[in-house]
Nanobody, 115 residues
Framework: QVQLVESGGGLVQPGGSLRLSCAAS????????MGWYRQAPGKERELVAD???????NYADSVKGRFTISRDNAKNTVYLQMNSLKPEDTAVYYC?????????WGQGTQVTVSS
């Protein structure tokens, strides 16, 4: 069994930055795509960014130029650097990754952007 644990969420003022991390533990012999989703109150979960095993990235239009996704395969970890944060970025952020050809999800971490 593989578990994903997110960290790095919190309260930040508009224009500020946060870095989310998501580390996997367990028996891992294969790593595929990794990504971040978010869900704001009353809204559906949406893709924020993802990164393939080869390092190709994809971003939601709303975060392009502000967020950067990266990964460290040696540490089974995916990161999300979030800059120039806006109140509309407030949501629970979930990481997801394909390990051993199966998708796994983290428990979520709250990000609140407010003055």
């Amino acid at each position: 069994q593989v578990q994903l644990v997110e960290s790095g969420g919190g309260l930040v003022q508009p224009g500020g930055s946060l870095r989310l991390s998501c580390a996997a533990s367990g028996s891992i012999f294969s790593i595929g795509a990794m990504g971040w989703y978010r869900q704001a109150p009353g809204k559906e979960r949406e893709l924020v960014a993802d990164i393939t095993s080869y390092g190709s990235t994809n971003y939601a239009d709303s975060v392009k130029g502000r967020f950067t996704i990266s990964r460290d395969n040696a540490k089974n970890t995916v990161y999300l650097q979030m800059n120039s944060l806006k109140p509309e970025d407030t949501a629970v952020y979930y990481c997801t990754a394909v390990f051993n050809y199966r998708p796994y999800w983290g428990q979520g971490t709250q990000v609140t952007v407010s003055s």
